[in-house]
Structure formats: structure tokens, C-alpha cells
């Protein structure tokens, strides 16, 4: 038996607002979390992560744990966190590479975990001549906004890799607009009057997920376990388990655990983990001067060259009713914003209050707060999590510009 490590380089250290909280490895790309893409194309589990050390203790349930010291075996799979592999199986070889660069190696002999951990090594620099080398296709995530970028095209390719064996085309009582495929895994309840268009892409339903009546699903879609969808049209999107999605909703990725339970347009946007967003929340995905959008992030203010781009919401990231948010934004994890004034494009996270007044979340009021939500999803917040969340909230970043 052998196990995939997944390693956070610098670069993946730096995807704010998620980097503080959880490793990349445990991002959505696509359809599935990148450690589900990578033991797909490897056909083996994870075992760990290898990140910031202020991320020692996470977890979540069916997460690999982030590694503290210690020594990786030989034979064991090192892969690269920011490298999203397509769902085919890769080939055998020992070391896999894509556009140049090497993204998983099989370690030849022991590797001490010491050095990797500051991020600085690459898995080029570990690979050895002489052994076999394939290529590997898939995604690579230069900046944190590619999640975005590549959204749609890994859904069109995921969808129907995942979906085979699945009962394909709209239920009984539904409508259908368009040719492609609709996938319902068993277990997946659809409502009558539910309308699946996949004009412009496929559409699947996990099992455990629910779309009520009138809910307008627009491919390519993903909709994970036990996870609702309900009025207005929601398009284009990846939505993790346990979420749920009421308005209309386009270009987004929720990783998972989320809320977006009222009216108001989210596009192009992605949601951490256990975010909650205020009835009336509204993002906004394109400026009015059609430009590329500019996005913070901790070495500055970037150019990302995208026309459209929502905001990005950081785990635990609560807004208040109302709330409007501009272009390119970003909220800090544990954020907790509110008010009739539009935010700043970034806030800081454990911040708490409206534009021109925020406080500091006191960690304890936060881990009350997170514990109590996730009870109500019938998630434990762990000692661990409390001792991880609480490194994070040491570790925590200031909005300089």
C-alpha cells in the first residue's frame, strides 16, 4: 500500500482568504476538493498534508490531517496542492509532470518532512533522473482566482466522468431545455416543476441533494451530498456537501458546509467552509466600466485579467442582511460583516462590524459561534479544531492597501 502526501508550496501559502485556514489540497477545483482529484488519478488515499505550520491540527470530516514533523516514507506520493489533475487514471510512472514542471513524484528513499516546510522547495528540484516519468493532464492554479477561471471547462469534463453508472436525464415531472446530460445519483430527491437547461453543459446531482420545485439548474452544475437548491436560477456552479442555495447564483464554488439561504446574486465568487450569507447579500462579478478586475492579496494589490470576479469568502465568513459587496473582494476567514455601507474590497479576517468601524472578533466569542453552527449541522467543532482555529487566529493578516 502507498499514500499521497499533498504539499503546499509557497504560492499555495499565499491563496488568501483560505490559505489561513486550510490547507490546498482541501480547495474545490472543479467538481471535487483537490485531494479527491488526486486520489482519483492515483488510485490511493491521503494521508496528509504538508502546509504552514499554523495549520497543524486541522481537520474535517473525510480530510487527511496536516503533518507535523516528521519523516515521509519511500514509495509514498508527494503531489503538489495547486496542481488540479483531470479525473482520468494518470499513468504508472514514477514521476508525473505537467507544462514543464513536476506535480507528483514517488519518493525513491525517506524524506524528512523538514524540507519541504517552508514552502520554498518544488518537487522538480526532489525528482530523480533515470526514473520513469509521465505526463499527467489537469489545472494548474497559479493565482487563488483561478479556482474561477477554470471552472466551467473542469466541469464539462468532470461531470461526465463522474456520472457514469449514474441514471442519466431529467426525473419525471421535471423540464429539460438543451441536449446534454442530466445525472441523479440514487438517493437524489428532484421536486416536480424543477428545470434542468444543459444547453450549455451537464448537470449532476449527488446523492442526498435536493432541488425544489421552480429551481431553475443550469449546466455545467455540480451539486454535492445532501446539499439543497432552491428558486432562481442557479448556473454554472459547484456546490459542495451540506450547502444551501436559494437566488441566483452563477460561476461559484462552495466548498462545502455553506449558506446562502435568501435572495441576492452571487457569480463568480467562491465560499468557504461554513459561511453564511445575510438574506439580500449581493455580490458584484463585473465592473461598470467592463475592465479586468484588480484583487488583494497579501503581496499587494493584483491584476488578475478577468472581466468577472466576485468575492472571495474566507471559512467561517459571516454577512449581515443587506450587505453589498464590490468587485474583486475578498473577506477575510471569520469575518464578520454587516451595515448599509459597502465594504472595503478586502477585510481583514476576525474583523468584525461595518465600513469605518471594525473590531476584532475575540477568538473565544468566534469558537462559540463556530461550535454552535456547526452543531446544527451535526459537526463536531474538535479540541483540535479549536487549538488549529486558534493558531490561525494568531497567524492572522492586516489589510495594508
Known sequence: MTAIYFYDD????????FALTRPAGELRAGALLVRERWERALGVAGAGHVAAPHLAGF??????????????????WVVNARFAPSLERATSSDQLMAEGEVVA????????????????ASLSALASTGRSTGEVDGWWMHEVWDYVRHLVPMLERD??????????????????????????EEGAVVEP???FDT???????????HALAFARLVGPLYVGADSTVMGDRVAASSIGDVCKVHGELSNTIFIGHANKGHDGFV?????????????GTITSNLKNTYGTVQLWTPAGVRETGMQFLGTLFGDHAKT????????????????????????????????????GAFAEYRADKFLEVAARMMARRHVELTEGSRRQLLASYAARWTVTS
Open 193 to 195: 416543476m424543477t428545470c
Open 267 to 279: 457569480g463568480h465568487s467562491i465560499l468557504g467552509r461554513w459561511v453564511n450569507l445575510g438574506a
Open 59 to 76: 481537520t474535517e470530516p473525510g480530510a487527511a490531517s496536516v503533518v507535523e514533523d516528521a519523516t515521509l516514507p519511500a514509495r509514498v
Open 10 to 17: 509557497r504560492t499555495a501559502r499565499g491563496f488568501e482568504p
Open 320 to 355: 449581515g442582511i443587506g450587505l453589498t459587496l464590490t468587485t474583486g473582494s475578498v473577506l477575510g476567514a471569520a469575518a464578520n460583516v454587516y451595515g448599509s455601507v459597502m465594504p472595503p474590497k478586502a477585510v481583514a479576517p476576525f474583523a468584525w462590524g461595518e465600513a
Open 159 to 184: 461531470l461526465p466522468i463522474l456520472g457514469a453508472g449514474m441514471r442519466q436525464g431529467a426525473p419525471a415531472g421535471s423540464l429539460a431545455i438543451g441536449k446534454g446530460a442530466v445525472f441523479v
Open 199 to 209: 444547453s450549455a453543459g451537464p448537470i449532476l446531482l449527488r446523492a442526498g441533494a
Open 105 to 120: 513524484l514517488r519518493l525513491a528513499a525517506p524524506l524528512a518532512i523538514a524540507e519541504l516546510r517552508d514552502g520554498a
